[in-house]
């Protein structure tokens, strides 16, 4: 089975690069990647999590209060 | 800088590969850097612009309105004066509170100032003429009783002194690189206070900010909505190892090495006759920059003579700070500027107090 991935969508990349610091620090799989022009026009980046994943990085970015513009499985 | 400019070269937040990537972590280390050293609420609150000068200018021009009052001090330079003055013309005033002739601030002379229209408090914290440190803390706790916004420029400050967002009570704080944060020119900016929200303040200039690309308007939210355009980057990667440095090296231990040269120095040059010193003349009430002149001679003359004869480089004249020299007594011929550093010595102190000597022996 091939692995199955989760964007994170921010304002800017330097909201990416702070959820990044985080999930590095806690050891869970990110890599910054261009947004998908299917889901959205920006020409930024997003933060690519794994799917499996998702739920554990939703509740620490909402304990961290960090904003997202939303999380969409890919 | 070298790495950045050998290996990385990218324009950060301006695309998704992995150099832009690599450049825009950078940007952001400088950006937690800086929130640290200063005590910010959160990195992306800080502003990067062109230099300090930048940073003022966002938040005078950004947040001032007509019928907006403005207090200041008899001791700001024109980073400070010229904006205000020329918000002047746009129905905006100021009241610059008198100073000692030694350049000290009495708080409760700012407090009397205040008026129901008054919006802000700016005021820097130490000066560029004679290192005077204004009661920064104090003065930022008046402010926050009278619920005013205070702005405070640390061009002077940063790296000499502690100084903490929260608890000097300062909402918007400008700094720069390239003085004792002994980073590269062209890095400083604004840091914006969490009482203050991106939408208060107006940005100063507009335009592509690598996110957002779909809209023709100004983002809404920081540190986008204020940064725009390709940013000096290699200069702020230099910041960050300065920053490094710094950290390494410790605030407390560097201000500690000032004040025993600031002493040694303020102790030789009033030892010499015909020299008068401007300023408190106290190493706890100053900065290692000190200010004087030779009497008979002029300053240019003084600046001259140190270089070509003894090669000692100071500043001379009015030091872009025609307020402080009124203050100080010495406008408009201005006075020479001594200004000491980590990477000074006392054996630096020995020779300019002596060369300061010859020359005076030769006034008239």
Redesign the interface.
């Known amino acids: 089975m091939s692995t199955e991935f989760a964007v994170i969508l921010v304002d800017s990349t330097s909201h990416a690069l702070r959820i990044e610091k985080l999930l590095v620090k806690h050891e869970l799989t990110c890599k910054l990647i261009p947004v998908p022009r299917h889901l959205s026009s920006d020409c930024g980046v997003c933060v690519r999590i794994l799917k499996q994943e998702m739920v554990e990085i939703k509740t620490l970015l909402s304990e961290h209060k960090i904003d997202t513009q939303s999380i969409e499985v890919l | 800088m070298s790495h950045y400019l050998d290996e990385v070269g990218a324009n950060?937040?301006?695309?998704?590969?992995r150099l832009s990537?690599e450049a825009?972590?950078i940007?952001?280390a400088v950006?937690e850097a800086i929130a640290n050293l200063f005590s910010a609420p959160d990195?992306?609150r800080v502003i990067f612009g062109l230099n300090i000068t930048d940073g003022i200018n966002l938040a005078l021009h950004g947040l001032l309105k007509s019928g907006d009052h403005v207090i200041t001090s008899g001791m700001e330079h024109n980073a400070v004066m010229r904006p205000l003055n020329d918000l002047l013309q746009h129905g905006v005033v100021f009241h610059q509170v008198v100073c000692e002739p030694d350049g000290m601030l009495d708080p409760q002379k700012v407090e009397n100032a205040v008026q129901p229209n008054t919006r802000l408090i700016v005021l820097n914290q130490a000066s560029n003429v004679c290192g005077t440190l204004l009661p920064i803390q104090e003065i930022g706790q008046i402010a926050r009783r009278k619920n005013l916004l205070y702005l405070v420029d640390t061009a002077q400050s940063a790296g000499v002194v502690p100084i903490d967002m929260e608890t000097d009570c300062i909402d918007l704080l400008t700094f720069t690189g390239h003085k004792s944060l002994y980073g590269p020119m062209g890095t400083g900016g604004l840091i914006i206070g969490g009482r203050i929200n991106p939408v208060e303040l107006h940005p100063t200039r507009q335009g592509g900010?690598?996110?957002?690309?779909?809209r023709e308007e100004q983002?809404d939210?920081f540190?986008?909505r204020f940064e725009c355009g390709t940013p000096n980057a290699v200069g702020l990667a230099g910041l960050l190892t300065a920053l490094e440095w710094l950290q390494t090296q410790g605030i407390d231990k560097i201000r500690a090495h000032e004040k025993i040269l600031c002493t040694l120095l303020l102790e030789g040059l009033t030892s010499i006759p015909k020299l008068v010193v401007y300023g408190p003349q106290n190493a706890e009430k100053q900065t290692a920059t000190i200010g004087f002149n030779i009497q008979g001679m002029e300053p240019s003359t003084v600046g001259l003579r140190l270089d070509d004869g003894y090669n000692i480089l100071c500043r001379v004249g009015l030091h872009c700070a025609p307020s402080a020299h009124r203050t100080l007594g010495t406008f408009p011929d201005g006075c020479v500027r001594f200004g000491l550093g980590a990477f000074n010595t006392q054996e630096d102190i020995y020779q300019a107090v002596e060369a300061v000597r010859t020359l005076a022996k030769e006034a008239t």
């Not at chain 2, 950060?12 to 590969?17: L, V």
């Not at chain 2, 900010?209 to 779909?214: D, H, L, N, P, Q």
């Open positions: 950060p937040g301006r695309s998704g590969h990537i825009a972590r940007v952001y950006r990195p992306l900010t690598g996110s957002r690309s779909e983002p939210f540190p986008d």
